[in-house]
């Protein structure tokens, strides 16, 4: 088979040219494993080949070892390893020869193809020479070989486990990582395939971490990567960092003070993708400090294995106020509904972090913030407020939070129905729905709901549910984890009055022409759910007349004919939601003493009409 002709096919155009390529290399494939794979690592390694057939060459052979599916991927590695030693020889020694080629799209895929391979074969003791072979000559080689290799040695320690490699090959694969990633390498692109083969060789340095010698070289190789002038290497620096922070925590006090530093600069002055990842190094401090402090409840002994050393709590007085600036950089014309990650989103997200990490501590140092922008006229001043105070309302306690959202409710309700900003209404409704997540019912002296605003929460909320899509479907939110707060008052709760009004409110959002992708439609069904799974005993015959309702909805899914695929898709989910729902209103009625002892009660009602919901 002329192999370059078909791998063209196999990109064509025309469809029927295309199938009968994709054919003719499954036929080869099945009947001549060998040969087929020999095929293709030589037209990988052929520099007369065209650029096109190298590059699907190589990915049909990378396809050949890898798999997503588990069983699918012990069958391929199996079949690599049944295959003759002198095939498997033959072509690994193009996939290496592959790696000196000049063309990026050759070398590239190979890289990750020898990784594959090392990955079937390192473990069984096969392949010994590899690492060798690919650190004998790094520093001779040409820059875009030095890339490749670079690039080989990070996918490498991706695809293995740090036991099958010897601690000898790790400190030479670390030597030269680190020094492709230094300063005097001229070659951007080599610094950058160092840096990055840097982040996956991390697992593998337990002992060089402890060696304050060894560890103190990489630390500082890859502090100045954070300064390079290439925002590509910047950027792999920093998730370095990151990863850093989570693998050797507790090797992290000499560089957490100029860390610091450099991260305070990245996330003030550095584009984007930089400052993210700037940002996460502090949430990932975060999650380590959280998880020693929930794991040893605060008290550390001589005998513990990993103290907490407090680095949120001592950096707290300039972290959070570099937190709080990145609240106010804001996309003004972002869909909200995309949730697209940036600055704004990852500083509100550490700033809750470092709420749950230090507690009360963060609360003097949040309230001015919140205090001086919300009621500024620029609705980026007003929204980064109310995010601010919203985010840190998951680790301060009840006793410290709770009189400042009884002063907020009032303001938060007011801004929900007139702000004429949508980003600082979704935003309010959201940080709405952390106060009743958060602080409903808790044990203090001091309730958030009272007869006196309990009706106006409702009624915000439910004429919020007639606002733009994100706003409503924060709204649902909110009076999710309100209805929750009452679970288990027993005869009645604050909400019992406002039951049927609820209900309806959330029906009618379920119908809203603008339900879009569904997600403000499923948000309304699960918020009825919960309100119907905390209501009391007064409710339970308005909960016995939904039943009809839901039944009706769900036949009038079943008349509709003639679907596109999407629409049909859309069809089932909403038959999803609609059964879901009646689960949960059969569950509540048969654990209601007014209704569990009627067996044909949930029957009669479905017979008769609406009841009392339109």
């Avoid at 000898?168 to 070659?187: C, F, P, R, Y």
């Avoid at 954070?226 to 560089?255: D, N």
């Avoid at 949120?312 to 007085?317: H, Q, S």
């Avoid at 209601?592 to 067996?599: F, I, L, M, R, V």
Wanted: hydrophobic content about 40%.
């Amino acid at each position: 088979m002329e192999v370059t002709q078909v791998l063209f096919n196999a990109q064509s155009i025309d469809g029927t040219v295309r199938k009968n390529a994709e054919e003719s290399l499954k036929q080869f494939q099945e009947q001549n494993l060998p040969g087929f794979l020999l095929s293709l690592s030589g037209e990988l390694a052929n520099e007369e080949k065209p650029i096109e057939t190298r590059k699907l060459a190589g990915l049909i052979l990378k396809n050949a070892l890898d798999a997503k599916e588990q069983h699918r991927k012990f069958e391929l590695v199996q079949r690599w390893l049944s295959l003759d030693a002198a095939a498997k020889s033959q072509i690994k020694a193009c996939l290496l020869q592959t790696l000196s080629s000049p063309v990026f799209d050759a070398h590239s895929t190979t890289s990750q193809v020898i990784a594959k391979v090392a990955g079937i074969e390192l473990p069984q003791k096969q392949w010994p020479e590899l690492i060798g072979s690919l650190l004998s000559n790094v520093h001779q080689i040409p820059a875009y070989a030095k890339q490749a290799t670079l690039e080989t040695l990070g996918y490498l320690c991706e695809e293995v486990s740090p036991d099958v490699i010897d601690q000898d090959q790790v400190n030479k694969i670390l030597t030269a990582v680190v020094q492709g990633m230094s300063a005097s390498e001229g070659n951007i692109d080599v610094r950058l395939a160092a840096t990055r083969a840097l982040y996956n060789a991390l697992g593998f340095a337990q002992a060089n971490f402890s060696n304050d010698m060894e560890r103190d070289y990489i630390m500082r190789v890859v502090c100045e990567a954070t300064l390079s002038p290439e925002v590509r290497i910047r950027q792999a620096a920093f998730e370095c960092l990151v990863s850093i922070s989570s693998t050797y925590y507790e090797k992290l006090t000499p560089y957490i003070q100029d860390i610091f530093n450099i991260t305070s600069k990245a996330v003030r002055e550095d584009e984007e993708p930089v400052a993210l990842q700037a940002i996460e190094f502090w949430s990932s401090i975060c999650d380590e400090e959280i998880d020693i402090l929930e794991e040893y409840g605060g008290e550390f002994t001589g005998d513990s294995d990993v103290p907490c050393f407090y680095f949120i709590k001592k950096a707290l007085p300039a972290l959070v106020p570099m937190l709080l600036e990145t609240l106010l950089k804001q996309e003004e014309d972002q869909d909200q509904d995309e949730g697209a990650w940036n600055i704004a989103m990852a500083g509100g997200t550490c700033l809750g972090l470092v709420a749950q990490t230090v507690g009360d501590d963060i609360v003097p140092l949040v309230v001015p913030f919140v205090e001086e922008n919300i009621t500024k006229p620029d609705w980026r001043q007003r929204e980064a407020a109310t995010y601010a105070f919203g985010s840190i309302l998951d680790g301060p306690s009840p006793e410290k939070l709770i009189p400042l959202v009884n002063v907020a409710l009032t303001f938060m309700l007011s801004a929900l129905t007139k702000d004429p900003n949508s980003h600082v209404k979704d935003t309010t409704a959201w940080a709405l729905g952390r106060i009743f997540e958060f602080l409903l019912g808790s044990a203090v002296d001091l309730p958030i709901i009272t007869p006196a605003n309990c009706q106006q929460i409702v009624t915000v909320l439910l004429q919020s549910m007639k606002d733009t899509p994100n706003v409503a479907e924060k709204a649902c939110g909110a009076l999710y984890f309100l209805a929750q707060g009452y679970e288990g008052e027993g005869e009645s709760s604050p909400l019992t009055p406002f039951f049927q009004e609820i209900v309806q409110s959330l029906l009618t959002v379920t119908h809203r022409e603008d339900v879009g992708d569904s997600r403000l439609r499923t948000a309304a069904y699960e918020t009825l759910n919960e309100v119907v799974r905390c209501s009391t005993v007064e409710t339970a015959p308005l909960v016995l007349q939904l039943v009809a309702v839901i039944m009706m909805e769900l036949h009038n899914t079943l008349e509709s004919q003639k679907l596109s695929s999407e629409e049909r898709e859309k069809q089932s989910e909403l038959q999803g939601l609609l059964c879901g729902c009646l689960q949960v209103i059969i569950q509540k009625l048969g654990s209601s003493e007014t209704t569990k002892d009627n067996q044909v009660c949930i029957h009669a009602v479905c017979r008769s009409d609406h009841g009392t919901f339109p």
